[in-house]
């Protein structure tokens, strides 16, 4: 479920900058996406901001991460297996509300920061 949450272009506008729709024609390395970021009161955007990524890797249910082109950063998933479950990485600092989103959504809770 976790994988999916990360991977599914309906499942990341549901936590991920929620209401900002993902295009991922395919899940492979080098397929070109499309990230719209949408106006919210996280971002001081007056209009949609849409945003070109290529794949960088996808090594199911341990990595998926994306390149975005025109800002030339790399943004890496990584999931790990715990004794308790698992527990998912983001490569840079502050993505703690997407991260608290995406654990909320996993856990069948309300999105903390929507």
């Given at each position: 479920?976790?994988w999916?949450?990360?991977?599914?272009?309906?499942?990341?506008?549901?936590?991920?900058?929620?209401?900002s729709?993902?295009e991922?024609?395919?899940?492979?390395?080098?397929?070109?996406?499309?990230?719209?970021?949408?106006?919210?009161?996280?971002?001081?955007l007056?209009?949609?901001?849409?945003?070109?990524?290529t794949?960088?890797?996808?090594?199911?249910?341990?990595e998926?991460s994306?390149y975005?082109?025109?800002?030339?950063f790399?943004?890496?998933?990584h999931l790990?297996s715990e004794?308790?479950?698992?527990s998912?990485t983001?490569?840079?600092?502050?993505?703690n509300?997407s991260?608290?989103n995406?654990?909320?959504?996993?856990?069948?809770r309300?999105?903390p920061?929507a």
């Amino acid at each position: 479920m976790i994988w999916d949450a990360i991977t599914n272009e309906k499942k990341l506008q549901q936590w991920y900058a929620l209401g900002s729709p993902w295009e991922i024609p395919h899940l492979k390395e080098g397929e070109k996406i499309t990230f719209t970021l949408m106006p919210s009161v996280h971002n001081n955007l007056s209009e949609s901001y849409p945003m070109s990524m290529t794949i960088h890797a996808v090594t199911p249910y341990k990595e998926f991460s994306v390149y975005l082109d025109e800002q030339q950063f790399l943004l890496t998933f990584h999931l790990h297996s715990e004794k308790d479950g698992i527990s998912v990485t983001i490569n840079s600092a502050g993505f703690n509300e997407s991260l608290a989103n995406l654990k909320a959504l996993i856990e069948g809770r309300k999105i903390p920061y929507a």
